[in-house]
């Protein structure tokens, strides 16, 4: 049995490790919602979300609730009973919308690609031909599978027949090029926990003009007081005027926290940002192939940057998960309903660095060795360059 730590290396797809500057930041005296501390950050939060998103034009929001509520909110604005809507499936996470759009009216199509890929886009463009969809919604990354979804493309094919385009960005944004604006994307939501870099707590969501203007005409009110723009725009636009506000408590700490976080982000800047993350991610790739470990994703262009998906190779099962926890590092098991048992996943995003890749990595080898898999102990490492 090894000794339980705080001081192992957490390298799920979220939450991940933190910025110690992050944690300060929550762990601080709460504040006052009030309070023109608060309010500043909250203000510079918001600014710094539109950088993060590319999306000058996009009212942005944050609400105490996870990625999931996040999924919710675009949902439960954007879509009454009868309305059509496409998911463009790439695994559990998008099923996970189709359920809600469902449970929200909607009459869900799902365009299915084999675990792994993606739905064609000739195969969207011949769907969404057929008329009278309002949404689609993409899922950027899958964290089920590491399926890098093509957005950009796809956006554009929507734009094309003028459906609204939700994108599922939790894995995605901080981490992955995303540019909401240039790329036509209505609505892009994710949660603190992920590429953005802080603490589990915030569900996130920009909406742009045409999902503005789209909430606004709709016929019936949205049935959830907690998730409607009406309830939020006001408030959101007075602490982003430095102005107090209320309708519901925000969560004054993560706020605080997630105003360090995106700073960082903004600093950084979001093309340095992401070519961070494509060249931690390449290293990644490099050592899992001298490894001789097989990537879920089908092939590299669909294959995220902001974690790896891996099948257990030979005879190894998910005893490998243990095996490397033993070495100190908390790696992921599957996901994906109909693979669950045959891979495992790896998060690389936010605040990673190569040091932390290159324990990981010693760690999986190590953990291949004690499930019986033989690898030459620091080949994996050697490879990541
Ligand atoms: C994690 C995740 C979610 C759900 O977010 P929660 O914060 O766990 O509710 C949704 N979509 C994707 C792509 C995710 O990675």
Known sequence: MHLMSERNLLMIPGPIEFEPSVLRALGEKTRSHVDPVFIKAFSRTLQGLRTVFAAPTAQPFVLAGSGTLAMEMAVANLVQQGDQALVVNTGYFSDRIGT???RHGAAVTHLRADPGAVPLLEEVDRTLSTGGFKVMTVTHVDTSTAVLAPVKALAAVARKHGVLVVVDGVCSAGGEALEMDAWGIDVAFTASQKALGAPPGLAVLLAGPRAMAAW??????????????????????????????YFATPPVNGIMALDVSVGQLVAEGM??????????????RSAWKALGLTPLPKSDSVTAHTLSALYYPGAVDAALVKAVAGEGVVIAGGLHPALKSKYFRVGHMGAVSRSDLVVTVNAVERGLLACGHGVELGSGVAALG
């Open 271 to 284: 093309v340095a940002r992401v070519a961070r993350h494509v060249a931690l991610a390449s290293s990644m």
């Open 100 to 102: 809600m759009l469902e």
């Open 216 to 245: 606004k005409a709709r016929s019936r009110p949205v049935a959830s007081m907690y998730l409607d723009f009406a309830e939020w725009l006001p408030i959101h636009e007075a602490y982003e005027a430095e102005k107090p506000s």
